[in-house]
């Protein structure tokens, strides 16, 4: 198999090529940038094997340190990975092996070069390689800023590398456009350079930290007003993907900016959540520029006894039922794990009917190799399953038995509504939710005193758990609730409610909150 050495971008996820992601997608081993997290996150296999790589110097060797994986310790995986021939090495025997390897860095490395002594490796191997390209830094992070690169008088643009010397006698006198990439502490030095040289002190100047990312920051100023306007703002905005532009071409970005122009860019949001996982809110929040702090309220636990799963499991497989209905991935990943101790994969579903309440829980069936036959069309919840029950669960006859996996704590409308429509349920307890532990005491601390601009709960546990966990919102935080009841529950726990969704969904809910800081853009300057 050839080895993909995929470029990952800027820092937005969204900006990996088509092909790189559908590669991530497939992989079985991933070698990452450790920087490229939130890439292999969102892309790549769920069950590929990841090792991250953290560059901490850099010479001919790219000496470099990597987060241990659980059966190797640090020194032994840090040798492992330690050159660009050394990786090289395990993915061109992975490949030998048949698996499908990825390499992915973190922003151009075509254009810094970071690519070439791994592929020159892997080309004395005679292992087939392919390099798949995407957003440069270098072009996305001006156009995330809103800062066209050429326009008007400017027909060129420089770039220059920060790392190296720089002739300032060849950038002073022109009206280029000059983009400086990752200039870090030279910032000023630069800037000074240049006005030394000859440039006029007027001449625009931005420096874009966080670049394409949520926490994006720019500094807009002149080559003169650059240097006191940069003390100011030292250790403001992440340093990563950062890019200094020099040129008329900066003035355009009051007109063209639109990526901080969103709705809640900046905004922090307190997001407690219910899953293992992150929810689909946080990544609508994140569509309107919000920072999304995730708060796990509950953990999940096995069943204080076991023997009504292990009888469900054994009637499963005997025949006993006609549908099995998961109402979440946590009721899949229990199922499967009790599975798991019988000796049984997907193969006992043979012959049953499955349903599924939402998309997250469908996705865990396609995980474990099912498929389900019945979904709700419109509102994934008990009341929208019920709804298309009747019209495609066929009779009850002659086997008229639903297996219904659940949270110890679930309601009983599903159970009740299918026990009215003829059907013999088995209600069986798959798993208990229990309260989680308390987050960080910084998160603790920035829940009570103001740090989070809002918080959005998308159930009455979410707000019962986070008090319970961490206290109160602070008043000055806004509180956007999914429906009604979470809104009664919220205001039980003496929480002033600002935004109800139209809707009980969490992309309405993420629509009244960016809807709300619209509205309210004077008086709240994206969490500024």
Do not use: C
Request: aromatic share 6%.
């Amino acid at each position: 198999m050839p080895i993909a050495f995929v470029a990952g971008g800027p820092g937005d996820p969204e900006l990996v090529s088509v092909r790189g992601a559908d590669l991530l997608g497939k992989a079985e081993l991933v070698l990452a940038d450790e920087m490229a997290g939130d890439i292999v996150a969102r892309h790549a296999n769920k069950h590929a094997e990841v090792v991250l790589i953290k560059v901490v110097a850099k010479d001919e060797d790219e000496v470099v340190e990597v987060a241990p994986r659980p059966e190797e310790d640090s020194a032994a995986q840090e040798e492992s990975t330690a050159t660009p021939a050394s990786r090289a090495r395990i993915m061109v025997q992975a490949a030998r092996e048949g698996r499908r390897v990825v390499r992915l860095f973190t922003g151009d490395p075509v254009f810094d070069g970071r690519i070439s002594p791994e592929v020159s490796a892997v080309v004395r191997s005679k292992v087939p390689f392919d390099v798949v390209v995407g957003a440069s830094p270098v072009t996305a992070v001006p156009a995330y800023a809103g800062i066209p690169l050429l326009g008007g008088a400017t027909k060129d643009v420089h770039i220059i590398d920060a790392s190296q010397s720089i002739d300032y006698a060849m950038h002073g006198q022109k009206r280029s456009t000059i983009v400086v990439v990752d200039p870090g502490e030279r910032a000023v030095e630069i800037v000074k350079g240049l006005a030394a040289a000859g440039r006029d002190v007027r001449t625009p100047v931005a420096l874009v930290r966080g670049g394409t990312t949520v926490e994006q920051r720019a500094i807009v100023t002149t080559l003169e007003e650059f240097p006191a306007q940069y003390r100011n703002s030292r250790g403001m905005g992440n340093e990563a993907s950062t890019l200094l532009i020099v040129g008329e071409v900066v003035t355009q970005r009051e007109r063209l900016s639109w990526f901080e122009s969103k709705p809640l860019f900046g905004w922090r949001v307190l997001v407690p959540r219910t899953r293992e996982k992150p929810g689909p809110v946080s990544s609508y929040l994140v569509g309107y520029g919000a920072v999304p702090i995730e708060v796990a309220t509950i953990a999940v636990e096995k069943p204080r006894t076991p023997h009504q799963m292990d009888r469900a499991v054994t009637g499963l497989v005997n025949g006993r039922y006609q549908w099995v209905v998961f109402t979440s991935a946590n009721s899949v990943k229990a199922v499967r794990e009790k599975f798991g101790e019988y000796g049984l994969d997907a193969r006992a579903f043979a012959g049953l009917k499955i349903a599924a309440m939402d998309d997250e829980t469908m996705e865990a069936l396609h995980d474990s190799g099912i498929h389900p036959d019945l979904m709700p069309k419109g509102e994934q919840s008990s009341a929208g399953l019920l709804e298309v029950w009747e019209s495609h669960a066929g009779s009850a006859d002659p086997i008229n038995k639903v297996f219904v996996p659940r949270a110890d704590i679930a309601t009983d409308t599903l159970v009740d509504g299918l026990k009215s429509r003829g059907w013999d349920v088995e209600d069986i307890t798959a798993y208990r939710t229990v309260r989680a532990a308390p987050p960080p005491i910084e998160t603790r601390e920035a829940i009570k005193s103001g740090g989070f601009d809002a918080v959005v709960f998308t159930s009455s546990s979410t707000v019962r758990n986070l008090v319970g966990l961490a206290g109160k919102p602070h008043a000055s935080t806004v509180v956007a609730v999914i429906g009604p009841q979470t809104a009664k529950t919220a205001e039980e726990y003496g929480l002033q409610v600002t935004i109800v969704a139209d809707e009980p969904t969490e992309s309405s809910l993420a629509d009244a909150l960016a809807m709300y800081a619209s509205e309210h853009q004077p008086m709240r300057q994206g969490g500024e």
